[in-house]
């Protein structure tokens, strides 16, 4: 008899020294219910129980009752004090003696109501129900209690307590027997219907039944059926009923940190609807309950049908799920052979949706692990090495990724870099942020060939008459302190911190080479530059001058450039807000958007007027919009900062048709995307780093598609002087593990999660006839950021907004001159 401890209260009154000691009492069980009787129930119900053991036993602490959880309102009743059962005896407890005399014509062995002083009477039990025992004749559970361990259980009718499917009803003046009477599987085949009640005979005679799979008994609809032939379910907002084999779980942590949980299961084998065009799985969202299932646990589910971003889920709102057995079979998993392109999978994927798959050849991997606990692969056949995509249309190749089954714990989960190979994949297939994907429930049978990690290529360092640059996102670099109140925000400590800025420092030193000017994206604040700038002296020999301005970006980032002070000389620097009228929830303060137009940027661009060995240039440090909400939900943003670019640059060549224009960064958009492109041929720009070899033309690695989503573009007579132009990939292609490994053969590696391009410039002509500054000039009291120009495209009203900006830094440093001398 296996032992089931019911209920939180159970473990503390174990705590206070009440539960379960160690007995014999699992040689105790029930063995024939007789519940819906011909008069009146109350007084005529009875319960059989028998000690098919070989010992005598002590009662005394033994309960019955049809209360399954302590605290409840049925009832638990308990023997009296010194009451014994002997080996293969059998006894009564019914409602009343005078009930049970008027059937049978003796008496029960012991009474729960008082009728007969000459019976015994059974004691209540409010430790663990307060009130009485009445069994249901719709359908109930009667208990069995050994101290406060449950050793016997019944459930029949429309109850599901003990097991489930439940013994079935019976109709009035019938029972229900347990035959053979020592047989206990636990289950609705240990019981028989009893057309006539034989109230203390048991029957010892016959062959335990074998438990009858739920599924011969009761016909429910198979999975296939729910899920329907088209993306969305036929049932979406219905309450249905079916029964699916576990065949895994996923543990997901979203950005705030709270954790949700689903279940995948499946038909069972032999009950599938049969078309190959529908799901034979289905996920029910746990919300967040993790459960306690485990692949091969036969489930009854009751729940509703929803739709999750396309995902067909049952909800965790009223979801009713029953373990009918455990250790089934799980259905043989199907081998896929995906096509290119997301269009293509989503089609392909469609019918297997929430289906145990595998990938039986061995893959390449094409996206590196990540800390959500996933990489991406292709299939090793495929003789794919590397999927790139240029432009949105272009087809993402045959790339599935890995997910492990838990996001939060993953330390057995392999980290693996792009060229490794990976055998052993199969797990449920969840569609998540738009791609179908594997959530691999064993780990350690994921076999991994790793590639040797490659040695960084020496930067190419330019001579006296030349400059590099670079565009550089740090990834999150935040510092311990809460800023913002809000949860998306990192919170790294004092140590990782400080690994960081290590690993960061490495980069600029050794893997750039010490660039003269560096922009970046992504800082929370100047200190964390400064103190980069302060580690990065050791290796470079000078101390990166900083500029940065805050922005009104909600998590806090911001972008910045630093610059050696050796060679450059700030002359002016702002942010460039614009406004649009796309909505976008931006709170900016400092901008100055007209009625029905809003904020464009969360992060706008720094625009700084510098020197570099007497020759003036204009640098934008970008970070456009992100692609999180949606690719093609986001695009308009970025096409219309990408406009607003346009404006600022063709505003300054209207000052200065001579002007050296650099406009780097994070674009967050692909290489030949309608944003660079704009920018290119509306800006009169050209991408540098086009000129980087097909192979090697990629910063960024998401979704295992490598894409140049940085970009540096220059005016036409800086692009005639580009000496050298490469892209160092020393991250892109490596575990996010190794951004905390400073080890020395680590060090490089997985400074950030973009690689580095690095371009070298030559210097042509010197010091020329002074212009008017595009900016007010770098003070001692950092300027006032210039309001954003009303219009995304830019145009003479912005000029007169700079000059305004211009008369305001003037001021601001006026009147801290006035302060200070007070």
Known sequence: MSKQTWGFWLIFLSIMGLGAQANQSTTILLTEIFYDTPGADGEREWIEIANVGTAVLDLS????????????????????????????????????????????????????????????????????????LALSNNGDDILLIDRLTVIDAVSYGDSRAAFSPAVSGVSTGQSIERIPANCDADSAADWQTQPTPTPGVITLDGTCAAPLNPAEREDLPPIGVIQGESGASPFVNETISFRGVVTGSYEDRNASGVTYYTLFVQDLPGHEDGNPATSDGIALFLGRKRGSYQPGDQLRITGRVT??????????????????????????????????????????????????????????????????????????????????????????????????????????????????????????????????????????????????????????????????????????????????????????????????????????????????????????????????????????????????????????IDVALLSDPRRVTITAAALRQGCTAIATNIMDDSSACSAGENPLFSRPPLQVDLRVDDVDYTIFVNHFKSKRGGEA???????????????????????????????????????????????????????????????????????????????????????????????????????????????????????????????????VGGPETAVTPTLPPETAVPPTPAPPSPEPGGGAGSRWLWVLGGIVAVVTVVTAALFRRR
């Open 633 to 763: 939900e986001t695009a308009p943003r970025r096409l219309a900062q990408a406009q607003h670019i346009v404006g600022l640059v063709n505003d300054l060549r209207a000052q200065n048709e001579t002007v050296r224009l650099i406009v780097l960064g994070d674009f967050n958009d692909y290489e030949l995307s309608p944003p660079l492109e704009l920018m290119t041929s509306g800006g009169d720009l050209v991408n540098a780093l086009l000129d980087v070899s097909d192979q090697e033309r990629y910063s960024f690695v998401f979704g295992g598609v490598s894409q140049l989503i940085d970009g540096v573009l220059l005016s036409p007579n800086l692009a005639d002087a580009v000496a050298a132009v490469t892209i160092q990939h020393t991250n892109a292609d490596f575990p996010d593990t190794l951004g905390s490994d400073t080890s020395p053969a680590n060090l490089a590696y997985k400074a950030t999660d973009h690689d580095l391009p690095l371009i070298v410039v030559n210097i």
């Open 61 to 132: 602490d033994i309960k019955v009752g049809d209360e399954t959880v302590p605290g409840g309102s049925e009832g638990m009743n308990r023997f009296p004090d010194g009451a014994k059962i002997e080996p293969g005896q059998v006894i009564i407890v019914a409602q009343t003696a005078v009930g049970f005399r008027e059937l049978y014509g003796r008496n029960p062995n012991y009474e729960i109501n008082n009728s007969d002083p000459d019976v015994p009477d059974m004691r209540r039990y409010p430790l663990w129900a307060g009130g009485d």
């Open 307 to 556: 739709e999750f971003f396309d995902y067909t889920e049952i909800d965790d709102a009223g979801l009713d799920i029953s373990v009918e057995a455990e250790n089934s079979p799980l259905p043989a998993p199907i081998a896929i052979t995906p096509p290119a392109g997301s269009a293509a999978q989503a089609v392909y994927f469609e019918p297997l949706e929430s289906m145990l798959v595998s990938i039986p050849a061995k893959t390449r991997v094409v996206g590196p692990t990540y800390s959500g606990c996933g990489f991406a692969v292709v299939r090793a056949d495929s003789s794919l090495t590397r999927v790139f995509r240029r432009r949105a249309a272009d087809l993402s190749g045959p790339i599935v990724t890995i997910l492990h089954h838990s996001d939060v714990r993953c330390s057995n989960f392999p980290n693996v870099k792009v060229g490794d190979t990976v055998n052993g994949i199969i797990g449920p297939l969840i569609y998540n942020f738009e791609a179908f994907k594997i959530v691999q429930q064993a780990a350690g049978a994921l076999a991994v060939t790793a590639v040797p990690l490659p040695d960084p290529s020496p930067p190419p360092q330019p001579a006296a008459n030349q400059f590099s640059l670079t565009t550089f996102n740090v990834e999150n670099h935040f510092d311990s302190v809460d800023d913002t109140g809000d949860d998306a925000e990192p919170k790294p400590s004092p140590a990782e911190i400080a690994i960081k800025q290590t690993k960061l420092a490495h980069a600029i030193g050794r893997t750039l080479g010490c660039p003269t000017l560096i922009g970046i994206q992504e800082v929370e604040n100047e200190g964390l530059l400064l103190d980069l700038a302060r580690e990065t002296a050791v290796l470079c020999g000078f101390t990166y001058q900083v500029t940065h301005r805050e922005s009104a970006d909600r998590r806090g």
